[in-house]
C-alpha cells in the first residue's frame, strides 16, 4: 500500500434504486489520513431519503499531496456518530456465509438493520475490497443493490493483504463514523449485538484500549522468518499477548493513532491477527481480555461463538450458523449485564 497521503471519496450505493438522486444526496469526501467529511446535496435535500452513509465505496486518488488534517468534517457536516462501528470482513467466495448471517443475527433489509443499529448503538457492515473478476464484481453489485449493507475498500481482496484491508478497514470506518469503539469481526462467527454493546458501552479508565479474546503468540524480530516458524528457541520463550482475529475492537483514541500514521510506518506480518497485536504492542495500549467473544459454544453470556480451536471461526460456517440460531440459548437468551455473566 503506497505511503503517500489518501484522498477518499465515499459513494452510498442506492437502496431504493434512484441512483442518480440517492448518489448525489450521500456523496462524501474523504480527505487525508484523518479524513475530511462532505455530504455534497447542491440543493437536493428535499429528495434525500437517508442521511447517513449506507453501502459506501471507498477508493483513493493517490495523486493527493494532502497533508492529513486533523478536521473530521467540512461544509458543517460531520462524521456519523454511533457507540460502535463493526466491520464484518468478508470477501468473494463468501456468499453463502452473508446469506447465513442475513437469516441469523444480522438483519436482511434495511429497516431490520436500522432497528438494530439503533438498539445497539453500533452499525454494521460487510467489509469487502474489489478484484479483477468482472463477473464477481458484477454479482457485487447486484448484492449491493438488494442489501446495501456494505463498506467496499480499494484495495485488492486477497488473503495475503488481510493486514492491509485491516488497516484501510480502520481508516475508512474513522473518517466514515465518530464512534467510541471500532469492531474487526469476520463473516463465519455467531454473534449476539445486543451483549457486544454492552460490553463496548463498559465504563473505562484508559482511553487507549485493544478489547478481544487475548492469546499469546511469538515476538517476531528477525525479517527473514515467517510467522510459523517457531522462535522460542531464539526468543527464551519469550511472546506477547494478541487478541484472536476473528473479532476484536480498538477504542477511538487507538484508531486515531493508526490514522494518524503514514502507512510505511507499519510493520505487516502473514498474520492479521498477530500484525495487530504487535501494533497495540509497540503503542502500549491497555488489552483488555475478554473470553466472552471466544466462545466454542452458545452461553448465557456468549458474545462470539466460533469453533475455537478447530478452526478460525465457524467450522462449515453456513450450516453452523443456521444451527446456532436454532437454538434457544444462542438467539433468545437474555442479556445479561457484563458484571453478571459467567466469564
Wanted: aromatic fraction near 10%; charged fraction near 25%; charge should be neutral.
Amino acid at each position: 500500500m503506497p505511503s503517500s497521503p489518501k484522498l477518499f471519496y465515499a459513494r452510498p450505493s442506492t437502496y431504493s434504486r434512484r441512483s442518480t438522486v440517492l448518489i448525489l444526496c450521500a456523496l462524501i469526501g474523504l480527505f487525508g489520513l484523518f479524513g475530511i467529511i462532505s455530504f455534497s446535496r447542491h440543493g437536493l435535500e428535499k429528495n434525500c431519503k437517508y442521511g447517513k452513509p449506507l453501502s459506501v465505496s471507498v477508493t483513493w486518488d493517490r495523486s493527493s499531496t494532502g497533508t492529513g488534517s486533523t478536521d473530521s468534517s467540512a461544509e458543517g457536516q460531520k462524521r456519523h456518530k454511533v457507540m460502535g462501528f463493526v466491520g464484518i470482513q468478508t470477501g468473494f467466495g463468501s456468499t453463502g456465509r452473508r446469506r447465513s448471517l442475513r437469516q441469523t443475527w444480522f438483519p436482511s433489509d434495511h429497516q431490520g438493520l436500522q432497528r438494530l443499529e439503533e438498539s445497539t448503538g453500533l452499525a454494521f457492515r460487510f467489509v469487502i475490497g474489489r478484484t479483477k473478476d468482472s463477473s464477481r464484481m458484477l454479482a457485487l453489485k447486484k448484492e449491493i443493490a438488494e442489501y446495501d449493507d456494505f463498506l467496499l475498500l480499494d484495495i485488492e481482496e486477497e488473503y495475503s493483504k488481510l493486514p492491509y484491508k485491516t488497516l484501510a478497514f480502520f481508516k475508512a470506518a474513522y473518517a466514515l463514523y465518530e464512534a467510541d469503539f471500532y469492531v474487526k469481526a469476520d463473516d463465519d462467527i455467531y454473534l449476539r449485538p445486543d451483549r457486544l454493546s454492552l460490553l463496548i458501552a463498559k465504563e473505562r479508565s484508559h482511553p487507549q484500549t485493544y478489547l478481544g479474546c487475548m492469546k499469546k503468540g511469538p515476538v517476531f524480530t528477525d525479517p527473514g522468518l515467517k510467522w510459523y516458524e517457531p522462535l522460542s528457541h531464539l526468543l527464551g520463550k519469550e511472546y506477547f499477548l494478541h487478541a484472536y482475529g476473528p473479532i476484536y475492537a480498538l477504542s477511538a483514541d487507538v484508531v486515531a493513532s493508526l490514522v494518524a500514521l503514514r502507512n510505511d510506518s507499519f510493520r505487516m506480518f502473514s498474520n492479521e491477527d498477530v500484525t495487530i497485536g504487535s501494533w497495540m504492542l509497540a503503542m502500549n495500549v491497555n488489552h483488555e481480555d475478554s473470553k466472552k467473544l471466544c466462545k466454542a459454544e452458545c452461553t448465557s453470556s456468549s458474545i462470539a461463538v466460533w469453533d475455537i480451536p478447530k478452526c478460525s471461526g465457524l467450522c462449515k460456517p453456513e450450516k453452523k450458523m443456521l444451527e446456532l440460531h436454532a437454538q434457544d440459548i444462542c438467539s433468545k437468551s437474555p442479556t445479561i449485564p457484563p458484571d453478571e455473566d459467567d466469564e
